[in-house]
């Protein structure tokens, strides 16, 4: 159990257009849901945490404007990189935890190159 | 904020070797986990480990909360484990997780 996908695994855009990247919790609800951020040989970076049916609670520094984040049931949310640049390449993970789970569960990232 | 610190940085072992990764961490810290990056970027959970020892197959997990560090020991090393583990901690309220600087392992045979 507790296994969350994420669409598309892999997006190749160009600069100026916008990336949205789904994360679906397959057999629990998910009260809560994280996105990372990763680069090359890093650790995992917390972008900002939802709560279904409210709004992100975005970390210090990461843009809200340019990441939108929207938690619209308790088995999705969507991560929206507004118009992407080059330096928004990455990898993003998102994670999500049920109400009665002691620990988050992670998706398979998306990996995204901005040209 | 908390400091999570791990080490080796990066590690090398033969098929079949045992091997200790170290999790420090700066603060007190509401629980502890561990996972597995694979080559492929999904990270598996391996341990949820507050305090005491856990073990599951060649794996074990130590947390020692009052001196704040924990331990994974890997025993009979498989190409299989390579990939990066990550120990990470619940801090303030208990719902962010702040991941360790990680341990890139690579097994060969």
């Known amino acids: 159990g507790a296994v969350v996908s994420q669409h598309p695994s892999w997006v190749i855009c160009k600069s100026g257009t916008s990336v949205k990247i789904e994360c679906r919790s397959l057999?629990?609800?998910?009260?809560?849901m994280f996105w990372y951020r990763q680069f090359p040989k890093q650790s995992l970076m917390l972008m900002a945490t939802?709560?279904?049916?409210?709004?992100?609670?975005?970390e210090q520094g990461v843009e809200k404007d340019k990441f939108l984040i929207n938690h619209a049931s308790l088995t999705l949310s969507t991560l929206t990189v507004t118009s992407a640049h080059p330096e928004d390449s990455s990898f993003y993970i998102c994670s999500a935890r049920g109400s009665v789970q002691e620990t988050q569960y992670f998706g398979p990232g998306t990996r995204l190159l901005v040209l | 904020g908390i400091q999570v610190e791990q080490s080796p940085p990066d590690l090398i072992l033969q098929e079949g070797a045992n091997s200790t990764l170290r999790c420090n961490f700066s603060d007190s810290v509401n629980n502890l986990q561990w996972f597995h990056q694979n080559p492929w970027g999904q990270l598996i959970n391996l341990f949820y480990?507050?305090?005491g020892t856990k073990q599951n197959g060649r794996l074990s997990a130590t947390t020692v909360a009052t001196e704040r560090y924990s331990l994974l020991y890997i025993s009979s090393s498989q190409t299989t484990d390579s990939g990066v583990y990550f120990c990470a901690a619940y801090t303030g309220g208990g719902n962010k997780l702040t991941f360790g600087t990680g341990t890139q392992l690579k097994v060969e045979l």
């Open positions: 057999d629990f609800q998910a009260t809560t």
């Open positions: 939802s709560n279904e049916g409210s709004k992100a609670t975005y």
């Open positions: 480990i507050p305090s």
